[in-house]
């Protein structure tokens, strides 16, 4: 099991409240594969450094959890399907 951290970038015409319970149905691809979801934490509205898809606005949010890496790669594929995410990143806090 590695720890990962990754970043969601969502359109800002998602309503804020509704991004922690939709990622969380994403996130039971972890903990169904015996991974832990470690934080979720929804920064909220942010100005994007530059436009992604005409959108100058973004909701953030920042996920930290353990997993193997094919449910790792699963997460990333499911969340890229989703119209709402205009970005993601999925990172390995410990690779150098």
């Known amino acids: 099991m590695r720890k990962y951290e ?4 969502l ?3 998602v309503d804020e409240r509704t991004v922690k319970p939709s990622l969380e ?3 039971a691809v972890v903990t169904n594969d015996k991974g832990t979801i470690d934080s979720l934490d929804v920064w909220g509205r942010r100005r994007l450094a530059y436009p992604i898809k005409k959108k ?3 909701v953030y949010a920042v996920i930290n959890f353990t997993a ?3 449910t790792a790669k699963e997460l990333e594929r499911q969340l890229g399907l ?3 995410i205009l970005r993601l990143k ?3 806090p410990d690779a150098h």
């Open 6 to 9: 990754m970043m969601v970038i």
């Open 11 to 13: 359109d800002p015409e």
């Open 25 to 27: 149905k994403y996130l």
């Open 56 to 58: 100058t606005d973004g």
């Open 68 to 70: 193997e890496s094919p």
């Open 82 to 84: 989703n119209e709402t």
């Open 90 to 92: 999925l990172l390995r």
